[in-house]
């Protein structure tokens, strides 16, 4: 039965990294679509591509997310937390994918595996939450609105008085850069996510030991989210490129490359599971806020707001409940 319950675990952590990619697809391409720099269909080949390497490059995030989050109890019990956690956040996931609101994955999963662990009395690590977590997820989108403010007046700073056409064609050509750099990020990130649930299942159901990564299981975390990017996010991809401020190449380049800095930066120095989401959006809002404020269009800003601040407990409620069910069919 155990052995059924961890197989089970993985097909499902796998999905949940398949909807992650389709999901978070428009967080790497959206900019870059939205400006006409790459056609949709080349967007997404590129972005499946840098995910996959980017999945592979380090486990930081992934040892956090499979050892620091819950202590999931051995056997069977274990097995329906972790399963239960996961299924609260594809619940989510695909709620605000159809909603078209580009809410974090990370978060419907750390908030996932913090309701399940709640409702089986497991030990949850409010410190790890805290410093991993809740004070990353207020400081990156701060961090990634006023940088790329800044970096966006300083680049028009710079280009004042060259030829707006030549810079903007130029901008299109360097947003190639930015958006596989975004892309490779995102799979440093969220990848490694499902890594660490994978890897929590099987402690949890005796078949490993430690926090380190089997290849195998980079390998298929890598593959999963690489295939649902290449799926694409269609919906959350307009909201993104163009509900939320009309983009320009130089604005879609600058929003992209601090992007990717502050993603480079959680995962290899503080091994910190950010959102991609919330740093994209929320240097797209940066940039746009150096043409004027009401540029930004607010409303659909407070919209994602909300989804943002409703993902960890919505998912946490969610799991909660799938856990009592899934305890009493499974165990």
Known sequence: ???????????????????????????????????????????????????????????????????????????????????????????????????????????????????????????????????KVVIPMVASPLVGFLLAYVVMVAVLWIFRNAAPGRTQRRFRVAQTISAAAMALGHGLQDAQKTMGVIVLALVAGGWHTGTDIPLWVKLAAASAISLGTYSGGWRIMRTLGRKVIELDPARGFVAESVSAGVLYTTAFIFHAPISTTHTITSAIMGVGATKRASAVRWGVARSIGVAWVLTIPAAAVVAAVLFFVLHLVLV
Request: aromatic share 6%.
């Open 1 to 131: 039965m155990e052995l059924v319950l961890v197989l089970l675990v993985i097909v499902i952590a796998l999905s949940f990294d398949y909807t992650n990619g389709f999901h978070d697809a428009a967080n790497a391409i959206a900019t870059s679509v939205s400006t006409r720099a790459l056609t949709p269909r080349a967007a997404l080949l590129m972005a499946a591509v840098m995910n996959l390497v980017g999945a592979l490059l380090g486990t930081g995030v992934a040892e956090t997310i499979g050892s620091g989050i819950v202590d999931a109890p051995e056997g069977a019990s274990g097995l329906v937390v972790v399963l239960a956690g996961l299924m609260g956040a594809i619940t989510w996931n695909l709620i605000t994918w159809w909603k078209g609101l580009p809410s974090s994955s990370s978060h419907a999963l750390i908030g996932g595996l913090t309701g399940a662990g709640l409702a089986s009395m497991s030990t949850v690590h409010w410190t790890v939450i805290l410093d």
